[in-house]
């Protein structure tokens, strides 16, 4: 009889080896749009792991309740009834940070991360496991928007936190010049085949897998 992972193995596999966007390359679409600033990729990945928590909870305990045939239509509507819950809560609470996420916010319904979980993981365990592993591809999730938000503001900008001026924080001098390529959509893509390129290195150091 094969045995179910431990508690602790359901977290952390999203966060290292099943990481979405490190290992999966999944969720691209706000991975590339939204990280040209750290708050911004923060701010999406934050969000993007409140609806992947609280639907993995949902799903797991009407998993039974949901017929097959449908089920893929019905994690949709919980998945969107969280969504919107987040965009009102971003635009009351947190404007400035709606705004800059812009359309990336409502696109969180079809981000395959969160569908994923929902078929994949939540509709066939129970709700402790489900949460568990909501929580860590989540973490995962921001992390990896984390570090390339890291990676492009440094390098693209010369900056942290920015671009609000009251928190903004300028890494370098006057005569830095920054490589506008990399705040750039295009840069995206150049940043993360580098960071890709680094943690593969990192994964296979450690033997990772």
Request: glycine letters at 8%; hydrophobic letters at 55%.
């Amino acid at each position: 009889m094969k045995h179910k992972p431990s508690y602790w193995q359901e977290f952390t596999k999203g966060i290292l080896k099943e990481n979405p966007v490190l290992v999966a390359l999944l969720g691209m679409c706000p991975v590339l749009g939204v990280t040209a600033f750290v708050v911004n990729g923060v701010g999406m990945g934050l969000a993007a792991a409140a609806v992947l928590i609280a639907s993995n909870l949902v799903v797991s305990l009407l998993r039974n309740l949901i017929p097959p045939q449908v089920r893929i239509p019905c994690f949709i509507v919980v998945i969107a009834t969280f969504v919107t819950i987040i965009e009102m809560v971003l635009e009351a609470f947190l404007p400035v940070l709606y705004e800059a996420l812009g359309v990336f916010v409502p696109l969180i319904v079809v981000n395959c991360v969160i569908l994923g979980r929902a078929e994949a993981f939540a509709s066939k365990n129970k709700p402790l496991r489900a949460v568990l592993d909501g929580v860590g591809s989540g973490i995962g999730f921001t992390l990896a928007l984390l570090l390339l938000s890291l990676v492009r503001e440094i390098i693209g900008q010369g900056t942290i936190l920015g671009p609000d001026p009251e928190t903004v924080i300028h890494l370098f001098g006057a005569d830095f010049e920054p490589m506008i390529l990399f705040a750039q959509p295009a840069g995206a893509f150049i940043a993360l085949g580098l960071l890709l390129a680094v943690v593969n290195s990192v994964y296979k150091r450690f033997n990772i897998k």
